[in-house]
Structure formats: C-alpha cells, structure tokens
C-alpha cells in the first residue's frame, strides 16, 4: 500500500480561462467557410512552423489558428489590441524583430525586465513567460515558464511584479535565476515572435 499523491485542482480561475478560451477558438473554427480555413492553411505554409515533437514536420491550419488566437484570448485583458482576440483571417505578415532580455532587476522588492529597444505600447505588446526562481545548484534553462500578462506601456522595461507574484509568490532575489522566454505582438501583423530560453541572474 502507498499513500495516494493529493489532486491537482483542475477547476482554478486561469484554467477555467484558459478552457472557455479554447472553447471559443474551437467553435469559430467550426464556423469558418472552407475559403477562409484554405488561408489558414496558406499561412500555415508561409510560416513554417516546426512541430515540438517532431521538428521535420510544420504545423498545420488548424494548429496555427489555435495558436494564434490563443495568445491572443490569454491577453484579451491587457490592452485595447487584444479587446477583440479571435480573428477569423491571418495576414499574410512575418512576426515582428524579436526581442532580447538585457536585465531582470530586483528593484527593492519590484522586478523589472529589461529589453534591447523601446517598444510602442499603442501597437506592440512585449510578452514574458519566466520561471520560479531558481538557486544557483539548479541553474538550467530546460525549467517550467509561466506567462507574466502585463499592459503595454511606450518603453524598454516593463515592471512584472504583481503578475509574477500573483503566478509564484515571491520576487526573484537577487543573485537567484530566472529561465526567461521574450516575444513581441505586433498588432499591425496580428502575430508575434518568441525568442528561445535564456538563464538570467536577478541584478539589484
């Protein structure tokens, strides 16, 4: 006999989000004439993105329209680009130049990220997925990421402070690690890009 390991709550508030949203972007699917579902597969094609489980493939249509407009409905709250998150039709448009974490700065207390130029809040919105702090014994890059959502603002650093305390608790200290993945919406494309991990020991 063994003890039985405690369930996972299945029913939180972000994850009732996240089903409605899914719920949502699957039945606009349904509803799309096959016109509009053979552009999905078009850009699909023009985009050229690899599978995770098998990178020899490219993701399909219908795989590329959930993740489009998925990133779209978990940011429908942060900003007047993404009142309305579901759009029935792509652009035929590259993301926009990805960007890149320069620093994660404890600020007594509020953290900051920094990037490599200024971003307009009015049409871009930088996008931060982190991790829980991590020591210096288990520095990899290869750690769970959560999304911080944040409102845009005109600047090269944006506080994330209440997101990631809302999401883990407690502020990086200093001298601890993040493993952090950076994108950029441009909302003139409706689309985004998403840079690879990075470790990156919290300044201060």
Do not use: C
Not at 79 to 84: L, P, R, S
């Amino acid at each position: 006999m063994r003890a039985q390991r405690a369930q996972r709550n299945s029913n939180t508030n972000a994850q009732q989000f996240q089903k409605v949203g899914i719920n949502e972007i699957m039945l606009t699917w349904t509803s799309l004439t096959q016109a509009q579902r053979d552009q999905w597969n078009q850009y699909a094609i023009y985009r050229n993105i690899k599978q995770k489980k098998n990178p020899t493939r490219s993701i399909s249509g219908h795989q590329i329209f959930i993740r489009e407009n998925s990133l779209r409905y978990s940011m429908k709250d942060f900003g007047a680009m993404f009142i309305n998150p579901i759009h029935s039709t792509p652009l035929l448009a590259q993301p926009p130049l990805p960007l890149s974490v320069t620093e994660v700065f404890n600020d007594g207390g509020a953290m900051f990220i920094t990037y490599d130029r200024v971003t307009d809040g009015a049409t871009e919105a930088p996008l931060f997925w982190i991790s829980a702090p991590i020591t210096e014994s288990r520095q990899s890059r290869y750690v769970k990421r959560a999304m911080i959502k944040t409102d845009s603002i005109t600047a090269d650093s944006q506080e994330v402070t209440d997101s990631y305390l809302n999401t883990y608790g407690n502020i990086p200290l200093v001298g601890q690690f993040v493993s952090i993945e950076i994108g950029l919406y441009g909302d003139a494309v409706k689309t985004y890009s998403r840079s690879t991990p990075q470790l990156i020991i919290v300044s201060g």
